[in-house]
């Protein structure tokens, strides 16, 4: 019978054998979790924001809408009722569609911020691990030389 190799283990010799060391990973698994928490923050902060606005405006509609269904006694007041709520429906929706702007603005600001402190924090971890590879490779490479 053939024996079977385990490649389990040969896998695992072969992996021994190429010390890794993971705390680069592990930093850089930190600090993506950590700009994601803070773009959920934005994101969150902006939906509260967007529905507080949505939700002002829909009240507002609604006072109107009730000013515009009671009864009047002359039929000409129907259409003034009509011309004024449309009027102030363009006015509102002109307020509000401000508003959203001003909160996909305030995102948008946030989120390059958050961006750039990132891609600078990226930056200087990049920095500080090629200088220890180079450390390292400049000691072993001294290491080797000195043993001949």
Partial sequence: MANSTDYTKMMK???GSFPMDTSAMQDAFKSQAALAEKMSKVALEAAEKSTEVSTKWT??????????SSVKDDPADYTKAMTDFASAQAEVAAEHVAAFAEIA????MDTVELLMAAGKDLQEETTAAVKK????ATKAAKTATTAK
Avoid: H, P
């Fill in 133 to 136: 590879a180079t450390d390292t």
């Fill in 13 to 15: 010799d072969m992996m």
């Fill in 105 to 108: 603005k305030k995102v948008q």
């Fill in 59 to 68: 009240k507002t509609t609604l006072a109107k809408v009730g000013e515009v």
